[in-house]
């Protein structure tokens, strides 16, 4: 293996590292929030940190269905969140 190969391996397993800590750190925030506001943002974040780990496992295995997969999450992610948002602001989502 190249030196190039080991440093992208372990630059990839640091990354994974980083991005699940911040999921944890994440579900934290949404588990002891204090506000409502707090919380929607925890979720959003842990949308984020969820297309970020999924996009590093395409990088590792070298294929893109995860990339499609990303996108995908992304969209139910923003949707989601602001769904809820509205949720929260108006009482009911559909008007």
Sequence with gaps: MTFATILM???????FAIVGLSQILAMVRLWIGPAT???I??????FINAIGLIV????YQGTAIYF????IIAML???STVAYARFVL???VIE
């Design 68 to 71: 499609e997969a990303s996108l």
């Design 41 to 46: 943002l925890a979720l959003d974040t842990m």
């Design 9 to 15: 391996t372990w630059s990839l397993y640091a990354a």
């Design 37 to 39: 506001g707090d919380r």
């Design 90 to 92: 108006r009482g009911d």
């Design 56 to 59: 590093l496992l395409g990088i």
């Design 77 to 79: 992610g923003f949707v």
